[in-house]
C-alpha cells in the first residue's frame, strides 16, 4: 500500500516528461536528479524503452540507480561535473533545477531534447520558475527541444504505471 501511495504523482511526472522527450529505444540520456522521487522513475522507465542512462545522483545511491537500470551512476558529490567533461546525450532530463540552459544545451547535440522538471532555486517574481519561463522564451531560437514538465494527474497515466508495474519494469521506491 504505501508503494501504491508513491506511485501516482511521482510516476506520472516521470511518464509526462519521457513522453515528452519522445524517449525511443538506443536514445542516450542524463538525467540529474536521477535518486529521487520522479528521477527514479524517470531512469526506469527511460530503460524499459531500451535508452541507455547516465545518472547523475549521490555517491551513496549509486548502486540504487544503477539497480534501476541506469548504464553509469555519476557521482554529483564526488566533485564529478558531468556537464563540464564535453559528452553529449540525446535527451537531458533535469530534475534538479540547478544548471544553466546553456550549459544543457552544451550536452545535447543539435537536435537533442532538454526536459525541465520542476521549480528552480526561487526567485521573488518567478516564485521558481524563472528558469523554466527562460526556457519557454529561447526555445523557439535554439536548436534543441527545450520541453518543460509540469504534470496533470490523469486516470489512463495511473493505469499505464500501473501495467509498467505489473511487468517487472517500474518498482516504486519509498526512502522514508
Not at 547523475?56 to 534501476?68: H, Y
Request: hydrophobic share 45%.
Amino acid at each position: 500500500l504505501r508503494d501504491a501511495a508513491a506511485l501516482p504523482v511521482s510516476g506520472i511526472t516521470a511518464l509526462q516528461a519521457v513522453r515528452a522527450a519522445r524517449v525511443t529505444a538506443g536514445d542516450s540520456l542524463l538525467i540529474l536528479g536521477a535518486s529521487g522521487g520522479v528521477g527514479h522513475y524517470l531512469v526506469q522507465l527511460a530503460a524499459a524503452a531500451g535508452a541507455e542512462v547516465t545518472a547523475v545522483c549521490s555517491a551513496a545511491k549509486a548502486d540504487f540507480v544503477r539497480s534501476l537500470g541506469a548504464v553509469e551512476a555519476v557521482p554529483h558529490d564526488a566533485g564529478t561535473d558531468v556537464l563540464a567533461d564535453g559528452r553529449t546525450w540525446d535527451v537531458v532530463f533535469d530534475v534538479m533545477g540547478n544548471p544553466p540552459l546553456k550549459r544543457l544545451r552544451r550536452a545535447t547535440p543539435r537536435g537533442g531534447r532538454i526536459v525541465l522538471i520542476g521549480g528552480d532555486n526561487g526567485g521573488r517574481v518567478t516564485a521558481g520558475f524563472g528558469r523554466q519561463l527562460r526556457a519557454v522564451l529561447v526555445a523557439p531560437f535554439v536548436r534543441r527541444r527545450l520541453t518543460v514538465v509540469t504534470s496533470r494527474e490523469r486516470s489512463a497515466d495511473i493505469a499505464e504505471l500501473v501495467q509498467h508495474v505489473q511487468r517487472g519494469e517500474v518498482r516504486p521506491h519509498v526512502d522514508r
